[in-house]
């Protein structure tokens, strides 16, 4: 029986059902032929599907056309009655088990293709394989050239983990080193804080409006008149904040003992008194002069001199 792999691309060389001087009692049968070599194949290839049978290495099918030999292009439409093994091969009509593979070459393995997939398979007959042209997964990762855990991650039950939690605007995916969870979206402003004592190590917190302690802390330093006193602040760099004071140690002005006067980066009161501040990469200088003044604590309009011994310098940093 002819079938449409048989029709020639050459309209005079498809003589067989209309032949030259046919007797008219023959062209309904003609007609009728390749109106059935037609359908037969269009069934198998657009416009319907072959359900395969056999098992999940070893498919079978049975087309609507008359196939005695594979050719190359040969062409089915089949839908798979269970999934994939591994390295499948298809035997239409006993003509012969061949494997089944991806167009590069690469076998099919064990549920690359699902139970009910609808496939375009081709015949290779250089390489006496069929070709799974179209398929309804993504081509594996290794018809791709990929090496799982590589080139992509292996799936694995920590993303099942992820892909199952709530996706919610501003949640972040947080774990406890062993569950992975939604951490929810803090409030306006709020930031972002580690905090050991929370079991994922983080939270959202409202940050703090004052100022962070400082990098560096002096010891009480020595007030001396009329000298230069280097105060190392050890940071390495030059501060961005730096604070100088002087603390009361022995009642003076009306100032309690450990009350602090900071001072400005100058307070020059004359050609040789007051005191300067200056900052490097090393140290805090404090330049002092023949005498160093405050305001009384209880009279402000009132300036004096201290009294060296009762107070001392405190220097902070910050980095």
Known sequence: MAEIGDLDVTDGNNTARFPELQAASTVNNGARALEGLLARGLKDII??????????????????????????????????????????TLNVDSVGAQALVFPDGTAVAANDLPSGAILLVKYDLGNTRWVVMTSPNIATAASLGLVIGTDVQAWDTDLDAIAALTKTKGDLIVTNGSVWSDLAVGSNDQVLTADSAQATGVKWATPSNSLPSPDFTSSEQTVTASTTLNVAHSLGALPTLTTVSLRNKTTEYNYSINDEV???????????????????????????????RVQNKTTPTSVSNITVGNWKWIVRAWA
């Open 262 to 292: 900071f001072f400005p980066w100058n307070d020059i009161s004359g050609a040789t008194n007051g005191v300067t501040f200056v900052q490097d990469t090393t140290n805090v200088t404090i330049l002092q002069g023949n005498t160093i």
């Open 47 to 88: 416009d319907g599907t072959i359900t395969t049978a056999g098992s999940s290495t070893a498919y079978t099918a049975a087309a609507n056309r008359t196939i005695t030999s594979y050719y190359d292009g040969l062409m089915m439409a089949i839908e798979l009655h269970t999934a994939s093994g591994a390295s499948p």
